[in-house]
């Protein structure tokens, strides 16, 4: 049996989707529908049971969830904009310790979503070492809640028994429940479908043009890959990058985006929030030589050929959904 925490989420039900490929529909979703229109993502999976996230603690050790093989834990409050620091920690670091301590006491493989916000505002390295990622020091109250469980996870040597995967810029199908914090490949694709263009932030750092400003953006297919592969090689365990390993721009993003839509590129550059400005990142770029060294071989899409593939086959209207391709 394998439990997916944020099972209807992005990420998370991109994973229930590649495991029922592979013929695993031995399945426990944990996650919290509420309003959300996430509930969507699970019309066309196919899994054992489904558990709301307040009641999964209590029911883990039940006979109905006897014989837990594998634990992903994508389930957590992913707003790096999330103003109630009790909120994140009570997700983010108890809920994911919890769930940790119980994994390692009964030998259960334990997978779980860390983040490259835990690297704050540095511009180069992002190394996925232990001894730096005690050293890091986030920016937002969002990169503390898990960059919190890294520590501990690392003091106490656990990270040796797990995995811990930091996502970066992640996009692609299934997000469309995020609204604000949806990729900008999501948001771009609305806005110029309405507007004909797209806003970007300005840059207020002279080394850095506007739309200049980079980030490591990798596509969820290449994620989920990577996840199905951590699942199965059971002897691969640490705290690792998970990324495409290549920093682009904005404006490569929306060149990509404009280009997928048939669309002559027009970009508007706007002011930043000024609640931004303190805590905006302008470079990112996993360091993946860690991952890649341990024996878990994934593709690396290209922005272009992501943006692509997402654009046409999936936000173009009536393309089809992740469930629906492979």
């Given at each position: 049996m394998v439990v997916v925490t944020g099972g209807a989420g992005f990420i998370g039900s991109a994973?229930?989707?590649?495991?029922?490929?592979?013929?695993?529909?031995?399945?426990?979703?944990?996650?919290n529908l509420s309003t959300s229109e996430k509930w969507k993502n699970l019309v066309s999976l196919k899994y054992r049971h489904y558990l709301h996230k307040s009641h999964f603690l209590s029911a883990i050790e039940t006979p109905e969830l006897k014989g837990i093989k594998t634990i992903v834990h994508m389930g957590a409050c992913s707003?790096?904009?999330?103003?109630?620091?009790?909120y994140l920690m009570a997700n983010n670091y108890a809920y994911t310790r919890h769930l940790a301590e119980y994994a390692l006491e009964n030998n259960?493989?334990?997978?779980?979503?860390?983040?490259?916000?835990?690297?704050?505002g540095l511009e180069s390295g992002f190394n996925d070492d232990?001894?730096?990622?005690l050293k890091l020091k986030p920016i937002?109250?969002?990169?503390?809640?898990?960059?919190i469980f890294d520590e501990v996870a690392i003091r106490n040597g656990w990270q040796k028994h797990f995995v811990g995967l930091k996502f970066f810029n992640v996009y692609?199908?299934?997000?469309?429940?995020?609204q604000d914090m949806s990729s900008v490949i999501y948001k771009a694709f609305h806005q110029i479908n309405e507007k004909g263009s797209l806003k970007l932030f300005k840059s207020y750092r002279s080394d850095?043009?506007?739309?200049?400003?980079?980030?490591d953006f990798v596509y969820i297919k290449d994620c989920v890959k990577a996840i199905v592969a951590l699942i199965e090689k059971k002897q691969v365990t640490g705290i690792f990058n998970l990324g495409s390993g290549e920093a682009r721009s904005w404006n490569d993003l929306a060149s990509a985006v404009f280009s997928a839509m048939g669309r002559e590129r027009k970009i508007e550059y706007i002011d930043m929030p000024e609640s931004l400005k303190g805590s905006y990142q302008y470079f990112t770029q996993a360091n993946m030589e860690k991952l890649s060294t341990s024996g878990i071989d994934f593709p690396k899409t290209s922005l272009e050929e992501g943006v692509t593939d997402y654009v046409q086959n999936y936000l173009i209207p009536g393309s089809l959904k992740l469930q629906d391709r492979a």
């Open positions: 994973v229930v989707h590649a495991l029922n490929r592979v013929g695993e529909t031995g399945i426990v979703i944990v996650d707003s790096t904009t999330e103003t109630d620091g009790d259960i493989r334990f997978i779980y979503a860390s983040s490259a916000a835990t690297y704050g232990d001894v730096t990622s937002n109250r969002y990169g503390y809640s898990k960059q692609g199908p299934n997000e469309y429940h995020k850095f043009t506007d739309g200049e400003q980079k980030r």
